[in-house]
Nanobody
């Protein structure tokens, strides 16, 4: 069973930065892609950013230019660097990994952007 453990969430003021981490229990190259999704209260879960083993990235329009997804293969960890945070970025952020046909999810980490 694959485990994805997120960390790095918290409370930050508008304009601030956070870096989320997602540590996987196995070699991240075994996944076709890894990424981050988020879910705000009373809203559906939405894609934030994804990264494939071929280094292709995909970002939601709302975070382009502000968020960056990256990985550390030696640590089996994927990161989400979030800059210029806005109140509308407030959500639970979930790590995602795809190894067809299975999709794995982490437990989520809360990000709150508020003054």
């Amino acid at each position: 069973q694959v485990q994805l453990v997120e960390s790095g969430g918290g409370l930050v003021q508008p304009g601030g930065s956070l870096r989320l981490s997602c540590a996987a229990s196995r070699n991240i190259f075994s996944f076709y892609s890894m990424g981050w999704y988020r879910q705000a209260p009373e809203k559906e879960r939405e894609l934030v950013a994804t990264l494939t083993t071929g280094d292709s990235t995909n970002y939601a329009d709302s975070v382009k230019g502000r968020f960056t997804i990256s990985r550390d293969n030696a640590k089996n960890t994927v990161y989400l660097q979030m800059n210029s945070l806005k109140p509308e970025d407030t959500a639970v952020y979930y790590c995602n990994a795809v190894s067809s046909p299975t999709t794995y999810w982490g437990q989520g980490t809360q990000v709150t952007v508020s003054s």
